[in-house]
């Protein structure tokens, strides 16, 4: 099955993987930049009683703060394949360092660690004994591809139809916002997907806790975090990769399709 790509900003550079396989170390590094891309807001002061509108919600998207240098969490990722009529779930833990760190480690079905850092994507697969390292490409597509998140709001309302669907009640820990983003037509963002929504706390913003990502197809992806540690003591150490001895280690020239 097709996975649409993301692109992840940073000193690592730009990138962004289009159509890959599941399984892929391509598809691996798309779960953990969508979390970077899609999931990092701002969190301004609220201290008003009514929620937000659009307008603000957006505007505290754009005026994003340097709040959140690092992240910690809990993840879980839903793909729902409609020609098989199929759900596959993975769980793990993700972390993430500004300015263009990202671990991924994942626990079940399989055991595998994914990293991104200084230029790299590293794969270690410990059921085959395997590590494959790619340099990450860039691509015309990549500079032409508007994230949420990693865009102002006028970049946003370009590429996209933007609504807010929905304001959760406050359950103790905040509302929670619902926001739908479909691509506009002739967009490089209508290529990848049909829509996006994603869900964020009120209090938390960064990163939030949903993202629903509906693809041409009809398949869809559902990326949800929990016990989000922000702020964690990590450091560039804690993104590298410890390989036991007798790895095979696979390295790849380019990252190409």
């Not at 692109?7 to 691996?28: I, M």
């Not at 798309?30 to 990092?40: K, Y």
């Not at 697969?125 to 949420?148: C, G, H, K, W």
């Not at 946003?156 to 926001?179: C, F, I, K, N, Q």
Request: charged share 25%; net charge negative.
């Amino acid at each position: 099955m097709a996975r649409a790509g993301l692109q992840l900003w940073g000193t690592v550079g730009r990138w962004v993987f289009l159509n890959w396989p599941r399984g892929s170390w391509q598809y691996d590094v798309i779960c953990g930049a969508i979390i970077v891309g899609l999931f990092i807001f701002p969190s301004p002061e609220q201290t008003e009683v009514t929620p937000l509108g659009l307008d603000d919600v957006l505007r505290a998207i754009e005026t994003a703060d340097d709040g959140l240098d690092s992240f910690e969490a809990k993840m879980v990722t839903t793909d729902h394949f409609v020609l098989f009529g199929d759900t596959e779930v993975e769980s793990g833990t993700l972390s993430y360092l500004r300015p263009g760190y990202l671990r991924r480690d994942l626990e079940e079905p399989a055991r595998h660690t994914l990293i991104v850092s200084e230029g790299m994507a590293k794969i270690y697969i410990p059921r085959i004994n395997q590590a494959q390292f790619y340099p990450i490409a860039t691509s015309e597509e990549s500079r032409r591809l508007v994230v949420p998140g990693m865009a102002s709001a006028a970049e946003l309302r370009a590429a996209y139809d933007v609504s807010l669907t929905e304001v959760l009640p406050d359950d103790g820990a905040g509302r929670v916002y619902v926001l739908e983003l479909v691509p506009l037509p002739e967009t490089e963002a209508a290529k990848h997907w049909t829509s996006i929504t994603l869900s964020v706390r009120e209090g938390q913003w960064h990163p939030a806790e949903r993202i629903f990502i509906v693809q041409h197809n009809g398949d869809t992806t559902t990326i949800e975090l929990s016990e989000i540690v922000r702020n964690p003591d990590l450091e560039p150490s804690d993104f590298e990769l410890d390989l036991p001895d007798g790895v095979e280690i696979i390295r790849h020239s380019t990252a190409a399709n």
